[in-house]
């Protein structure tokens, strides 16, 4: 008879003990060679609030955050008021976890969804082993969590599409809006668009209602956070950032020498940068609702407060910059959308946070993600490195999709599964070229569990018609 965990999951105790051993042996030895847990980023990271407000102001700071969706600075100051003095080490076993049940996630996924033996655990090893997981495993921010919340989410949709029980939405749309609430790139309208795919899908069924009324809710809650945006500091957005990361995008090589346009400065400099473009106490408005992260322009002795109240009206002059420009060199902003979405496929240890961490495991991340950053000096050489690096993960999604859309015109019908999965990874990919300047193949990673959903499709799809073929041919 099947265990319980085999029959709750799909997952056989063989293939829980060869996950678990090879996760313990592999994160030893990257630990042996030195890597660990970024603890600085707590006190060096622009998204989160100051140390201080974490411990001891949390929910006052979370409230008048601008800059940032709440979840996240939630989860650590939770975690720092908890743990103490033994917050490293409990932010390092945490993340670990969220690797491990990503991995079971993604199998339980690929098990329902490939008629394969051997290709749901293959693919569940290859990211378990990725150079890039164990980088973002170490890394103190979101990215891996951000995946957890859509395995999560993904796999309610399939017990949803099997049950065809409403109440599993619940577990759909409930991540989904955590994932709102956690990193501002998914924004309010991302969230609508699965609710409309399935009301219109399920518009002659009898759940169409609890349908509608569940989506509206989360859609209201994410809702909410805009709405206090808007009602505190004018911005119907979960974060006021948007014209300063746009316009790291739209500048880039750009050389701008008038000291009289905003774009001279660097985006998200420090705010008595800006000097000459905002009044003499910018954030005056906001005095007394939360001195500490509005008002000072360093945080944790050291680091610059990107959330000072000064930076609403610069990303808002930023912004008005950037259409500018567009407005008047649309091919110099073009070509850095093309650049964008070539590193969007780039690999994911290019990303600039974990450079430091791949080197140490460079001869494993370059024959693993193809990395041939690590054998390129100099400026001109590292851009052609990371054009050549993209190409086989460029190659591989194109051909996938190219597959699914086919499958998807033949037979006029296509799962809501697979169907989310595209909606997703598009929308990374159109809004990270748009919008950010190398820093997108980050964004395309937390999405990579669910990419290779559809690739282990593809590949069962073409072993299974090969052996067909085989057999008549007998």
């Known amino acids: 008879m099947k265990g319980t965990f085999e029959k709750n999951t799909g997952i056989t105790g063989r293939e829980a003990g ?6 313990v042996i592999s994160r030893i030895i990257i630990r042996i060679i030195g890597i660990e847990m970024d603890y600085q980023a707590l006190y060096r990271n622009w998204q989160y609030l100051s140390v201080d407000t974490l411990h001891h102001d949390l929910l006052q ?4 955050d601008h800059t940032q969706p709440p979840l996240f600075n939630l989860l650590l100051g ?3 008021k908890i743990s103490g003095t033994s917050a490293p080490l409990v932010f390092s076993l945490f993340f670990k976890l969220i690797t491990l049940l990503n991995v079971f996630l993604l199998l339980r996924l690929l098990k329902e969804n490939t008629n394969h033996k051997n290709i ?3 693919f569940s090893l290859i990211y378990l082993l990725s150079p890039a997981t164990m980088l973002f495993e170490n890394e103190l921010f979101y990215t891996s969590f951000i995946t957890l919340l859509l395995l999560l989410s993904c796999n309610y ?13 619940l577990g759909f749309f409930l991540p989904l809006a955590l994932i709102c609430l956690t990193r501002s790139m998914y924004h309010l309208a991302w969230l609508l668009i699965p609710w409309l795919f399935l009301f219109v899908s399920s518009r002659k069924q009898k759940s169409t209602r609890k349908i509608l009324l569940t989506g509206l809710f989360f859609i209201a809650v994410v809702a909410g956070w805009y709405i206090k945006n808007y009602m505190i500091f004018g911005s119907f957005t979960s974060s006021t950032w948007g014209g300063m990361n746009i316009a790291r995008n739209v500048f880039h090589d750009a050389v701008i020498s008038d000291t009289g346009r905003i774009a001279s400065i660097e985006p998200f400099s420090k705010i008595s940068a800006y000097k000459n ?12 609702l939360n001195d500490r992260d509005l008002l ?9 407060n990107e959330k000072h109240a000064g930076y609403i009206d610069i990303s808002r002059q930023y912004m008005q910059a950037s259409k500018q420009h567009i407005r008047d060199h649309p091919g110099a902003y073009l070509k850095n959308v093309v650049q964008s979405a070539i590193i969007f496929f780039a690999p994911a240890t290019r990303y600039p946070v974990n450079e430091a961490q791949a080197r140490k495991i460079k001869y494993y991340d370059l024959l693993y993600s193809f990395n041939l950053s ?13 054009t050549l690096s993209a190409l086989p993960k460029f190659i591989i999604y194109l051909l996938v999709f190219l597959v699914i859309i086919r499958n998807w015109m033949q037979k006029k019908q296509i799962t809501l599964l697979h169907l989310f999965i595209i909606y997703t990874i598009g929308y990374i990919f159109c809004i990270s070229s748009l919008f950010e300047h190398y820093e997108n193949m980050r964004f395309r990673y937390e999405a990579e569990p669910l990419f290779l959903v559809l690739a282990a499709g593809v590949l069962t799809e073409w072993i299974n018609k090969r052996s067909n073929k085989k057999k008549q041919a007998i």
């Open 18 to 23: 060869l996950i678990l051993l090879l996760f």
């Open 61 to 64: 700071g979370i409230w008048y």
């Open 78 to 80: 939770a975690v720092l």
């Open 120 to 122: 749901p655990l293959l």
């Open 157 to 169: 949709l399939l017990q949803y599409r099997v049950s065809g029980k409403p109440g599993k939405l």
């Open 277 to 288: 473009f905002l009044p003499p106490d910018p954030a005056a408005t906001f005095k007394g």
């Open 296 to 304: 000072q322009e360093m945080k944790n002795d050291s680091f610059i």
């Open 374 to 386: 690590h054998l390129a000096e100099g400026k001109q050489e590292r851009r052609i490195a990371l």
